[in-house]
C-alpha cells in the first residue's frame, strides 16, 4: 500500500535551519510529482513547495521563497524539504502528499 512517512521536525531557534525527509513506498517514486504541505495552528494547509517527477522542475509559495528548498531523491524514494532561515511563523506540521495521498505528518516549532 502507499506510505508517505514524515521525518525530521523539531524544535529550532529563529534563524536556524531544519531538513525535513518523506519515504515513500508501495508506488512508482519516479513517475509522481512531490510536495509539501504545512498547517499552522488555527489556519487551513497551504502548499510550501512542489517538484516534478525527475526533479527538474520546482514551485514555491512566496512565503518562503529563498528559504526553502525541495528536492528528491528517486533511487532512495525520498523527497527533502531544507529549510533555512526559519521563522516563528513557519510553525507547523508539515506533511508530505503524493499520489493524492497524505503523510501523518511531522512538527516543527520555531521558537526562542
Known amino acids: 500500500q502507499v506510505q508517505l512517512v514524515e521525518s525530521g521536525g523539531g524544535l529550532v531557534q529563529p534563524g536556524g535551519s531544519l531538513r525535513l525527509s518523506c519515504a515513500a513506498s508501495?508506488?512508482?517514486?519516479?513517475?509522481?510529482?512531490m510536495s509539501w504541505y504545512r498547517q499552522a495552528p488555527g489556519k487551513e494547509r497551504e502548499l510550501v513547495a512542489s517538484?516534478?517527477?525527475?526533479?527538474?522542475?520546482?514551485d514555491y509559495a512566496d512565503s518562503v521563497k529563498g528559504r526553502f528548498t525541495i528536492s528528491r531523491d528517486n533511487p532512495k524514494r525520498l523527497a527533502y524539504l531544507q529549510m533555512n532561515s526559519l521563522k516563528p511563523e513557519d510553525t507547523a506540521v508539515y506533511y508530505c502528499?503524493?499520489?493524492?495521498?497524505w503523510g501523518k505528518g511531522t512538527l516543527v516549532t520555531v521558537s526562542s
Open positions: 508501495g508506488f512508482t517514486f519516479s513517475m509522481y510529482a
Open positions: 502528499h503524493g499520489i493524492n495521498r
Open positions: 517538484i516534478s517527477p525527475a526533479g527538474s522542475s520546482t
